[in-house]
């Protein structure tokens, strides 16, 4: 069995809370934590390890992507500073009927895993089309992937309709069965693109697949109040009213919640993505993250898609939520940084029902964590890494990445993808798609 020690400077756990350990070494042998030990035991302990010297590196989990559409990074800037309904039904709906693929798809989530392998995000929760190119594309990166199978109701040319959704999802579930980086969920879109019946059939068919769910809900106004005229509810209640609630569930923005909501949401054990970015850039509104967690919603962090944020950095997204719940309560205690750096790891991985094996470094874990070099010059004088991590450190200070114990990323430089292949597949379809938009 091959085994290595790291040896940071920092070593932040995240569980047990408010831990960070100086003087200590992580050992991994092959893909699990195997020891968290004081320097000088541990190479006492393991003679025949590989050393990893990280002298000025905070060592902590990798973060969790809780809600993304990775294969639209091919998209990145197609369609910016519009409302969503306008930029979903006028210009992305009509883009992915033109080009969405499983080349599209699976050359869109390599780029996309690329940027977010860089940027120290270790596992993603998706919700795409074309799931089986979501998934080889992961496994050939080295990349841990929640695949959200999307349904809906209408055609796309990837299905017809939601039967066909729903059976596209269940083939390509089957046929990577055992794959230890990969899980399934099913992703009924949103409340207004999926109807009644097909909700219940989701809903039977997780119960009897163990498969989790995975749907956007009250991302805008415009959605409740379009729920409130045809159903004569919010979403929320028709979804509980469905049984949606009852099943494992991550809702993917929720920015509009009133107080019985939220404690409707934690009683049922909901978990929420937010995505702050995203809600910012297309108005969608500021989320109640603040209130959600004082009720004990679990409330992991998101990136949504390139399309619409325009980067999946999730050490950005760390800075935002904890700024935007600090100006949003009036209150500078709201989400401190030990709390944001929770979110996009064990809440995140909580969500994901992984919770036993992701999300925070303790032996027997998964060995997916991320370094962090500190040294810069923004991030100096440091006095405390957790801050630094979410108020100051930038995406460019990653310097080393671990996925079930594989390096997929050292000093810099992409150790399980092409990346000149990877970026030259990403000019090609920019040349497709603009000769589109040219026509």
């Known amino acids: 069995m091959a085994t290595d020690i790291l040896f940071p400077r920092w ?58 559409h990775s294969a639209m990074t091919l998209l990145r800037g197609y369609a910016d500073d ?46 795409y089309f074309h799931h089986s190119a979501v998934a080889r594309a992961a496994l050939a990166s080295g990349f841990r992937m929640t695949i959200g199978c999307s349904i809906l109701e209408f055609p796309t040319p990837y299905a017809s309709n939601a039967d066909d959704y729903i059976g596209k999802a269940l083939k390509s579930q089957a046929e990577f069965t055992g794959e230890k980086l990969l899980q399934f969920t099913l ?23 163990n498969l989790g769910i995975h749907c956007h809900i009250h991302e805008t106004l415009d959605e409740i109040n379009t729920s409130q005229k045809e159903y004569g509810v919010r979403p929320l209640e028709r979804l509980a009213g469905l049984g949606l609630l009852d099943s494992p569930l991550v809702a993917a923005h929720m920015v509009h919640t009133t107080d019985s909501e939220i404690a409707l949401l934690a009683k049922k054990g909901v978990h929420i993505a ?35 944020n325009n980067k999946l950095d999730m050490l950005a997204e760390l800075r935002l939520a904890a700024l935007l719940a600090k100006g949003q309560s009036g209150d500078p205690e709201a ?72 390096a997929v990323y050292r000093h810099g430089q992409h150790q399980s993808l092409n990346l000149a292949q990877v970026q030259a597949k990403a000019r090609q379809w920019q040349s497709k798609i603009s000769a589109g938009i040219r026509a």
């Open 11 to 68: 070593l932040i756990p995240v569980v047990p809370r408010h831990t960070v350990l100086t003087e200590h070494a992580l050992v991994i042998t092959d893909e699990r934590i195997s020891a968290i030990l004081p320097r000088e035991q541990a190479i006492a302990a393991y003679p025949a390890a590989r050393h990893h010297e990280l002298p000025q590196h905070a060592l902590l989990p990798g973060l969790i992507n809780l809600h993304a």
């Open 82 to 127: 519009l409302p969503l309904m306008r930029w979903l039904q006028e210009h992305i709906w009509p883009a992915e009927g033109a080009h969405v693929s499983d080349d599209f798809v699976f050359d869109g989530t390599q780029l996309a895993i690329a940027e977010m392998i860089a940027g120290g995000t270790t596992s993603c929760n998706d919700m």
């Open 187 to 209: 992703a009924p879109h949103a409340p207004y693109t999926v109807s009644d019946a097909t909700f219940q059939r989701v809903i039977t068919l997780a119960d009897e697949l």
């Open 274 to 308: 937010h995505n702050p970015a995203s809600n910012l850039k297309l108005a969608s509104g500021l989320a109640r993250i603040q209130a959600q967690l004082a009720a004990g919603v679990n409330v992991g962090i998101g990136t949504d898609g390139a399309a619409s």
């Open 335 to 406: 989400i401190p940084a030990w709390q944001a750096l929770e979110m996009a790891t064990l809440n995140g991985a909580r969500a994901l029902q992984q919770e036993d094996r992701l999300g925070s470094l303790e032996v027997g874990k998964q060995a997916d964590l991320i370094a962090v070099d500190l040294s810069a010059v923004g991030t100096q004088p440091c006095y405390d890494p957790v801050s630094h991590l979410v108020y100051a450190a930038d995406r460019q200070q990653v310097s080393d990445v671990w996925i079930a114990g594989r």
